[in-house]
């Protein structure tokens, strides 16, 4: 008996020790800022614990100081350290409301181009881009994507203008699908034919339906002008910034920025059993 009470005599100021630090180990948080071509950044939300969270679960991790790489689809852009701690701009309320913004010492020469800030912590990263290949603009097939599925919508001969195609595997089935970006705008006047969409056309495994016909893309973003207006041009314009796995399921979300007359904001989308989910935003939505 007098052994076994030595023997915890002996381990207790180890155990003492030892649990701090496995404290220390845990996981912190993944966070994710918009960085706008004007550097203002917002706090989109990211990851914590294996899962997607809102910008209000993760800022209190945040902390001055921190380096955070800047990147767009998968080309890291620049290095940006941050000024103080995110702040929450419920004031503004009506569209802002739930923005958090986090302000970072940008490097005043970059280049002028949306980024999605990654914190890197003690020089490691934790979320990497997903693999994806940038197709031409003028890829055949992705136009006749384009234009099939804008004459599904009623715009009889569309004017197609490709902003973005990537391909990845979005859906997890092996295949790369088509990520299409696309938009024809003008401000001054909203013109029948005008669009902006963001469309996903599912890989060869996915990509038909029963009677082995194309099926039909997986609608991101829509906004669709079907007859002449003589108000200002008010569409959502939108740029694929980034692609990553954030919630580590190996299949990628699909970060946005996107930009209209009166509002901007950033926004994750997840692609689910076919469907597009809007899981995370920050920004105002005019």
Same mark, same amino acid.
């Given at each position: 008996?007098?052994?076994?009470?030595?023997?915890?005599?002996?381990?207790s100021p180890l155990l003492l020790l030892v649990a701090p630090a496995a404290a220390a180990d845990a996981p912190r948080p993944e966070p994710l800022l918009g960085v706008s071509s004007d550097g203002e950044a917002c706090l989109l939300g990211g990851r914590l614990g294996g899962k997607l969270a809102g910008p209000a679960a993760i800022a209190p991790d945040?902390?001055? #100081?921190?380096?955070?790489?800047?990147? /767009?689809?998968?080309? %890291?852009?620049?290095?940006?350290?941050?000024?103080? $701690?995110? *702040?929450?701009?419920?004031?503004? #309320?009506?569209?802002?409301?739930?923005?958090?913004?986090?302000?970072?010492?940008?490097?005043?020469?970059?280049?002028?181009?949306?980024?999605?800030?990654?914190?890197?912590?003690?020089? %490691?990263?934790?979320?990497?881009?997903?693999?994806?290949? %940038?197709?031409?603009?003028?890829?055949?097939?992705?136009?006749?994507?384009?234009?099939?599925?804008?004459?599904?919508?009623?715009?009889?001969?569309?004017?197609?203008?490709?902003?973005?195609?990537?391909?990845?595997?979005? $859906?997890?089935?092996? *295949?790369?699908?088509?990520?299409?970006?696309?938009?024809?705008?003008?401000?001054?006047?909203?013109?029948?034919?005008?669009?902006?969409?963001?469309?996903?056309?599912?890989?060869?495994?996915? #990509?038909?339906?029963?009677?082995?016909?194309?099926?039909?893309?997986?609608?991101?973003?829509?906004?669709?002008? $079907?007859? /002449?207006?003589?108000?200002? #041009? /008010?569409?959502?314009? /939108?740029?694929?910034?980034?692609?990553?796995?954030?919630?580590?399921?190996?299949?990628?979300?699909?970060?946005?920025?996107?930009?209209?007359?009166?509002?901007?904001?950033?926004?994750?989308?997840?692609?689910?059993?076919? *469907?597009?989910?809007?899981?995370?935003?920050?920004?105002?939505?005019?």
């Open positions: 008996m007098s052994c076994l009470r030595g023997l915890i005599f002996v381990l945040l902390k001055h #100081g921190e380096l955070y790489n800047l990147q /767009n689809l998968g080309e %890291r852009v620049g290095v940006a350290p941050a000024i103080g $701690t995110p *702040q929450a701009q419920s004031n503004e #309320g009506g569209d802002c409301s739930g923005l958090w913004m986090q302000a970072l010492a940008l490097d005043p020469l970059r280049a002028k181009q949306p980024a999605l800030a990654i914190r890197s912590l003690n020089g %490691r990263q934790g979320l990497a881009p997903f693999p994806v290949r %940038r197709l031409p603009r003028a890829d055949m097939k992705a136009r006749a994507i384009l234009a099939a599925y804008l004459k599904s919508r009623d715009i009889a001969q569309p004017a197609i203008n490709i902003t973005q195609a990537l391909a990845a595997d979005f $859906t997890g089935d092996g *295949q790369d699908d088509i990520l299409i970006n696309a938009h024809r705008a003008a401000r001054n006047k909203e013109r029948k034919g005008d669009y902006s969409v963001v469309i996903l056309q599912p890989g060869a495994s996915e #990509g038909q339906d029963e009677a082995g016909k194309a099926a039909a893309p997986i609608v991101i973003q829509e906004e669709l002008i $079907t007859k /002449n207006r003589r108000f200002p #041009g /008010n569409l959502w314009i /939108n740029v694929v910034v980034e692609v990553l796995d954030i919630d580590g399921d190996n299949r990628p979300e699909i970060v946005l920025e996107g930009q209209s007359l009166y509002g901007g904001g950033w926004e994750v989308i997840r692609i689910v059993d076919g *469907q597009a989910e809007h899981a995370l935003f920050c920004g105002c939505e005019g």
